[in-house]
DNA sequence: GATCGTAACTAAAACGATCTAGTACGGTGA
DNA sequence: TCACCGTACTAGATCGTTTTAGTTACGATC
């Protein structure tokens, strides 16, 4: 098989008649070239479909053409949250076209994820990396801080000292949302069924919540692990009660939809009797029935202003100043209504 | 800050005494070098913790360290197919233990997904490609081979010729699985609510129900393109007639979920009345009132197979023999039962 | 007319591996 | 003694860029 020889600079270099230095001067737009060879040259490069090797230019330290993005989850739970294909289907959006790869990789521990962030850094693998879910004393901005490392830190609050730039979220004011919608049905026992509170999120939703007694709302939070085992439990005990509360909330669709199971197994009407609601949307909460009253979030384009994010903070010499996520906006479905009086 | 300088074999040749090019010998352990040098080199290397550079292998055209999985679709409905995720996931768990990284890229069209494929070949960017959905007259595999970049194809039938590794799925063993289960409950009048009939595993399910009529089954067939809307639509209609059907099998979860709602909403009482079923499994199945009976997939494992296979195939000197993918297994939840009597 | 500055280049050294073509050396057989 | 062989190496080219340190040529300045 012919295979082709891939045309190289100094290919062009040799039909313009110029030195392969001239050439890289004049592809990547840098002082050094006349504007007339700059044409010539340019016109060569095109006419032979010449494309930079990615591998020599990160070789030599320049950009790898690729940015990292390293999840820290359990791999095999990894398929339950919509919310990783649609924010990476985003990233991938912006990124095609631009002509930057993705480099994805699945880490067990946030210790792997250091690693993997220290080894990106070491082989020039990765121009810049994508953060997601910050915590408190987050080890990882100073770590890509002192690599070098360009990043762009998803969720969470704004960056205070202007360290790392930051797509932050507004958790706050979607809790807001969310808890005062029901509040404004009526609703003055409101059931807070969270995540693990050592997310950020959850701490604010939580804070939201409590904050609502100044209106009458009595809040309950319940901590689980997410999974939807321990939803079943919390909701059988919850509904067990003698006084049941009149709305319930969730932090995310499959959660919801574990809790609405219950209602429906132990004859609870929906949203007659109890109204339900999540913090989190997807596909299946408005094919159930009843539909999940959710907060919907567009995390396809999430994905998309993380990587143009990214992709800009690799051009600037500064850390680009925070910028705020797409709001999230409130989705009225049938599980959710007036208290019944 | 004092970026550490990279340990490069360059070093490890000097404090070893010997030549970079025989420390290249010893760590990829081919011969050369004697079995004491070796182990002095390999100590050496080890303690300085040396990894090799993936950039500067690739350059010279040895291993990227890399493997590319382009996926076709449009990237906004990603999010909906957990399937995605979960074989991702998979693939990343199979290679993150060789620190083989995964490129991942989002392409809108087939010929896209071909520029690719050649883009990543000339700058040795990937080892090898994973390839999904076969299809009639598939053009990518012809490409791959003749730009000379191993791939895996994942699905369909197993490749006749042995002109690539296919790691195939037996759907017609799937098929029969399901329509032979419902069959055995009692249900003669099935209806069959499909995807795409442009897909290959919609036409062999279809053969398997028809095949049926033999054991007196009479077997119906809609098409849908898969929207919820469709057969939302599709299932009205369906339910509006005088006799109904006494079982309703989907293409995936997320289509018999917008069926079982239809059911709800037109009070027809599964499995009671009615028997759902789907192809496709997922975590939602389990988590709606009633659970749906599934086919249920180990998408994850499949992904770590066909990461395997690739890696096997990189390895290898010739197209490796087909494989057959795991084979699913039917999980009977509530929403199936005999046909009333 | 010597000096200077600048634009437009060139030559060559990186980057970190792999890989080919040698070379030195000890041993073997005739 | 010499040709020959195999082992264990070394030297140096190679991959395709970027980048630094020169080197021209030419016009302007004093």
Redesign the interface.
């Known amino acids: ?1 012919p ?1 082709s020889k ?1 045309v190289t600079i100094a290919d062009i270099a040799r039909q313009a008649g110029v030195s392969p230095g001239a050439v890289s001067f004049a592809l990547n737009g840098r002082p050094g070239v006349s504007e007339e060879t700059r044409q010539r040259i340019l016109a060569i490069a095109d006419q032979h479909d010449w ?6 230019r ?2 030599v330290g320049a950009r ?1 053409g ?1 940015i990292g993005f390293a999840v820290n989850r359990p ?2 739970t ?9 924010f ?3 990233v ?2 912006s990124l ?1 076209t631009q002509r930057v ?7 067990p521990t946030l210790e792997e994820e250091l690693e993997t962030y220290r ?1 990106w850094r ?4 990765v121009d810049g990396v994508l953060v997601l879910d910050p915590r408190v004393d987050d080890p990882r901005p100073g770590l890509l801080r ?1 690599l ?1 490392l360009p990043s762009i830190t998803i969720g969470g609050q704004p960056s205070q000292g202007g360290e790392h730039a930051t797509l932050w979220l507004d958790d706050s004011a979607a809790a807001d949302t969310v808890f005062g919608y029901l509040a404004g049905l009526g609703h003055r026992r409101i059931v807070y069924v969270s995540g693990a509170a050592a997310h950020e999120h959850v701490r604010l939703r939580r804070g939201v919540l409590e904050g609502l007694s100044a209106r009458g709302v009595h809040g309950e939070v319940f901590e689980t692990d997410y999974s ?1 085992n321990r939803v079943t439990a919390v909701m059988r005990a919850l509904l067990s009660r003698a006084e049941l509360p009149t709305a319930v909330v969730f932090d995310n669709d ?1 959660m919801a ?2 809790g ?2 219950v209602t ?2 132990m004859g609870v009407r929906v949203p007659a009797e109890l109204s339900l609601a999540s913090f989190d949307d ?3 909460t ?4 009843p539909s999940i009253t959710c907060l919907t979030r567009d ?2 384009l999430l994905g998309e202003h993380a990587a143009d994010f990214l992709l800009e903070q690799l051009n600037a010499p500064e850390v680009l100043p925070d910028r705020r996520g797409p709001v999230p906006t409130l989705t009225v479905r049938e599980s959710t209504g007036r208290v019944p009086s």
């Open positions: 098989m295979r891939r494309r930079p090797s990615s591998t020599a990160a070789l790898a690729v791999a095999r990894l398929g339950t949250e919509a919310f990783f294909t649609d990476i289907a985003g991938q959006s095609a790869g993705l480099q994805l990789v699945v880490v080894r070491r082989a020039n693998q002192s070098g939807p499959m939809l574990a609405l199971r429906q197994e997807s596909i299946v408005g094919l159930v029935h995390t396809f």
